[in-house]
């Protein structure tokens, strides 16, 4: 089994990156330093100890393993081991390796911390990620050390930057994920679709939590995680409906949908943010490369060296003269300051706003200021924030659509047959009929713009000759190619209109919504179920 080797173990390359950001960036500690990390950690000061998840769940990742390479399917295109962890059936290559890494002590602990972690049994205040940045603030925490150790945690570099946090914690989370992926395959198959399916919601609640954090990549991961994790709770779903003896019935299935308000509980999205560490970052660089008479100081090309190599330490030597010009023709402190607020204030203004609101075609106050001039502020705010903005509205479409689509099959387990009309879910199985967060119908009259549902061939009889229904699919991962899935009356589909606003039928299906495109987004079935389907008649599965 392999091992995830020990980050103590890395000493040539880190001794030689703390070197150079030594001798880059050996300015004595500050009050800018200081303050501004002690402002973003102070936004999590009223998380109560009981109520910290990250002191459940990070200590008990210290000693996750790494997933055996035969558990992510080398064989499938692409680079993520997530994404395939999340195809990797019960049978075949690598599930035996799986399982012996699933069910090692190390990971069986891991899951038993995640469970503890997400708790909300008690109906009072959600638990919550309440890890604070740098090395400083973590070594006064409860097993604090043990985390610096093992590099789990928000590394600032020495003197700490918020511009050039590493969060080192996110790669033992991403094992989490795999590891969550093989247990849901694993209690699938033994019958267990609801505990299946509880545990994926854990895992929803955990991408809750992150989604909550400050840092622009935090929250990116968080949503993304959510957004997995309803995917393979319809794929839980999916799997259990297409077997002769279901293991979920009508009764569970509405509990289920009742954990999944966003309204309720632990999900609470319309308190998500955007995140705020952008500002924080911005104003304690504003504090170390101006003088107090608002010009650039002779630290401004050190440090901006240091913030411009981000992970490319080694590259920073070469970045110092560039940044020493861009200092006598960089706008001023109070100038750079006050940009700084501005894309802040621009951003989170944006966040509030509907996402057909006709505004957010406006140009961003980020993008109307200069790459030269303003390069503090564009360098603080590099990540990409439209990016997020993406990943909450298919997160929207993922969690309505997983709604409806649980509604409907607990309408057919309920009655026999599929519902005439996706209203007709509605209040038994839902209690409101939710919109599709890209279907622009009936808005501006305040109607509710349902997403598409239809039974092949039921609904899209054309002739005598039509027995079957096919969808072409793009499916999840970008370096793989197209491929059919042909439903039948035995199926029924649920879809998004996706970024172009048109009912298509479902013919062409695509889960990258990040520009618009001629196609629909599928919620049922299940892409990910329809790709292992496709794997397993290919090949790629036996």
């Not at 946090?165 to 996110?170: K, L, M, P, R, V």
């Not at 632990?266 to 955007?274: N, Q, S």
């Not at 009655?415 to 009929?433: D, T």
């Not at 305040?446 to 793009?474: H, K, N, S, W």
């Amino acid at each position: 089994m392999s091992h995830r080797p020990a980050r103590s173990a890395l000493p040539s390359t880190l001794a030689l990156i703390a070197a150079i950001a030594c001798t880059l960036a050996a300015v004595p500690p500050c009050r800018a330093q200081d303050t501004e990390i002690d402002k973003l950690n102070a936004l999590y000061s009223h998380i109560s100890s009981e109520k910290r998840a990250d002191l459940v769940l990070l200590s008990a990742l210290i000693g996750l393993e790494a997933p055996p390479a035969e558990a992510i399917l080398p064989r499938v295109p692409g680079d993520d081991p997530v994404s395939k962890t999340m195809l990797l059936p019960a049978e075949g290559p690598g599930w035996t390796d799986a399982i012996a890494w699933a069910s090692a002590p190390s990971q069986r602990a891991a899951l038993d911390a995640l469970k503890r972690a997400t708790d909300d049994e008690d109906g009072q205040l959600p638990m919550a990620f309440g890890l604070p940045y740098g090395l400083d603030a973590v070594a006064d925490e409860p097993g604090g050390l043990d985390l610096i150790d093992a590099r789990m945690y928000t590394d600032l570099g020495d003197p700490p930057l918020l511009a050039t946090a590493n969060h080192g914690y996110i790669p033992e989370l991403d094992d989490l994920v795999s590891l969550v992926n093989i247990q849901a395959t694993l209690l699938s198959s033994e019958g267990r679709q609801l505990d299946a399916v509880e545990l994926l919601i854990d895992l929803l609640y955990l991408g809750r939590q992150m989604a909550g954090r400050e840092f622009l990549d935090e929250s990116l991961w968080g949503m993304n995680t959510m957004i997995l994790a309803l995917q393979r709770i319809r794929d839980v779903a999916y799997t259990d409906f297409r077997t002769d003896a279901h293991s979920l019935d009508d009764a569970t299935l509405v509990q289920i949908i009742g954990r999944l308000d966003e309204n309720l509980g632990f999900l609470r999205l319309d308190r998500l943010r955007f995140p705020r560490a952008g500002r924080f970052a911005g104003d304690q660089i504003v504090g170390l490369v101006f003088t107090d008479s608002d010009m650039a100081s002779t630290e401004f090309g050190r440090i901006m060296a240091r913030v411009g190599a981000g992970e490319h330490a080694l590259t920073m030597f070469s970045q110092v003269p560039r940044w020493n010009t861009l200092s006598m023709i960089h706008s001023d402190r109070t100038a750079t300051g006050d940009n700084i607020r501005m894309v802040q204030n621009d951003w989170a203004q944006r966040w509030t706003l509907d996402p057909f609101d006709p505004r957010l075609a406006n140009q961003t106050y980020q993008d109307s200021l200069g790459s030269r001039r303003d390069a503090i502020v564009q360098i603080v705010f590099r990540n990409d924030a439209q990016a997020l903005f993406v990943a909450r509205r298919t997160l929207d479409t993922e969690l309505t659509g997983t709604r409806s689509a649980l509604a409907v099959l607990a309408y057919v387990y309920k009655h026999g047959l599929f519902p005439p009309l996706l209203a007709s879910v509605r209040p038994h199985f839902l209690k409101k009929i939710d919109d599709d967060p890209f279907n622009p119908d009936l808005r501006a009259r305040g109607g509710v713009p349902e997403f598409q549902y239809f039974v092949p061939i039921r609904d899209t009889l054309q002739g005598a000759r039509v027995t079957t229904y096919p969808i072409v699919v793009d499916i999840i991962e970008p370096t793989a190619p197209n491929f059919q899935a042909i439903l039948d009356e035995t199926h029924f589909v649920l879809y998004s209109v996706g970024p172009d606003g048109k009912k298509d039928w479902a013919k062409n299906i695509r889960e990258d919504v990040s520009e618009v495109f001629e196609g629909d987004y599928l919620i049922w079935p299940p892409t990910i179920s329809l790709y292992r389907q496709h794997m397993r008649e290919i090949g790629q599965l036996q």
